[in-house]
């Protein structure tokens, strides 16, 4: 069904990093979410009028925001189809996490009001009507969204969105949610218990927690989250198979919304090779970063001294000093400086995560080690965080 759905409604569906097929996705799920989640709405509405259950409420409710949330989807993704404009120069794709965003909020509000009203059935229960009509509604009603998690999910996959897998876990929440105020008409029918707020404070409690965990989920990327690791490696990969390269790094990656992802790298190459050639191969490096990768990647040339042998033994030196602590990733930019008594040992330290709270102790390290090897030897350190 949702391939079907697909072939009809998109062109060139495979093009998922092209601003339009990404509009065209979210148009697709957008519509999808805002048809099926006003009929369970209304369906849910006829069961809640027909048992008087203020979970049953709650779940129709719940739709209707879903309902609201699709509308937001079909805005947000035209929104970030949009190009760049004199005040959004890397374009407006950005607008497709904060759509996730919005529905996150649109969630919790959804799990607070339906909190307050459980609250208030259990401190005021009422007589429940029961009847087959309404067992055969929510049955339905768990089906359909069973599905359009199924849909979500596969259109999230495709494109890799993180507003539409947010849409995804909201539906498969949603089936649980109905399976367990079915529960409580079900145990009320048998045991003639009155459930129903104590399951509507539970929906409730689980609609908040997958709020508050989309919530987080959506506003990574805004906040300027690590780069997936995945792309890290094949930028890596793409450039160090090229004959001339020597290594990498200093790589950063900017993430303006899918399909809109931006990276500076420093390439290191040997000093003695001409200049010309070797911004060649920075050049061909970057046409294939956005041929391959779709990434506009920006390369700077580090040349690398590799006729001074003293300068490859100390670069092996401090390569093994950084297998000796946790907190240091590596070492670049060697460069040496002769003085009349002593030599200047110029290079940068690329920290870990809970490196940067370690320079002094870092900088002794090093500075000590070095020492031991060559009285003369003078460290001069610049630290680098790693980005990717």
């Known amino acids: 069904m949702t391939s079907f759905l697909i072939k009809l409604f998109i062109k060139n569906p495979n093009l998922v990093d092209n601003a339009d097929v990404r509009k065209g996705y979210g148009n697709l799920a957008g519509i999808v979410g805002i048809v099926t989640n006003i009929l369970l709405s209304c369906a849910k509405a006829i069961a809640a009028y027909l048992t008087g259950s203020i979970a049953v409420i709650g779940d129709a409710l719940n739709n209707l925001m879903d309902a609201a949330a699709s509308v937001i989807t079909l805005i947000g993704f035209r929104l970030a189809s949009k190009g760049r404009d004199k005040e959004h120069p890397f374009g407006h794709a950005r607008i497709e996490y904060m759509t996730g965003v919005l529905i996150a909020f649109l969630i919790l509000y959804v799990g607070l009001k339906l909190l307050t009203s459980s609250v208030q059935k259990i401190l005021h229960p009422e007589v429940l009507d029961e009847n087959l009509l309404t067992v055969f509604l929510l049955v339905g009603a768990i089906l359909v969204k069973f599905w359009q998690c199924l849909f979500y999910y596969s259109l999230a996959r495709r494109i890799r969105s993180g507003a539409l897998r947010a849409t995804g876990a909201d539906s498969r929440n949603d089936c649980i949610t109905t399976a367990a105020v079915l529960v409580s008409l079900i145990l009320y029918h048998f045991v003639g218990i009155n459930f129903d707020g104590i ?34 490696k094949n930028i890596e990969k793409l450039i160090l198979e090229k004959s001339g390269i020597l290594g990498l790094h200093d790589l950063v990656v900017h993430d303006y919304g899918p399909g809109r992802v931006f990276a500076s790298v420093h390439i290191e190459v040997d000093s003695s090779e001409n200049v010309l050639v070797s911004h060649e191969y920075i050049d061909e490096i970057e046409k294939e970063a956005m041929q391959r990768l779709n990434v506009e990647l920006v390369g700077h040339l580090d040349p690398i001294d590799t006729t001074n042998p003293l300068l490859s033994e100390l670069r092996d030196f401090l390569t093994n000093l950084c297998l000796l602590r946790d907190d240091v990733r590596g070492v670049h930019d060697l460069r040496l400086v002769y003085g009349a008594r002593h030599i200047n040992v110029i290079f940068d330290v690329v920290l870990t995560e809970g490196g940067e709270k370690n320079r002094q102790e870092i900088f002794a390290f090093f500075g000590n080690a070095l020492q031991k090897e060559d009285a003369r030897y003078f460290p001069i350190i610049a630290f680098d965080l790693d980005y990717s």
């Open 199 to 232: 399951m509507g404070s539970l929906v409730a409690l689980f609609v908040l927690y997958s709020g508050i965990k989309m919530l987080f989920e959506t506003a990574r990327p805004l906040l300027g989250q690590a780069p997936d690791e995945e792309l890290v």
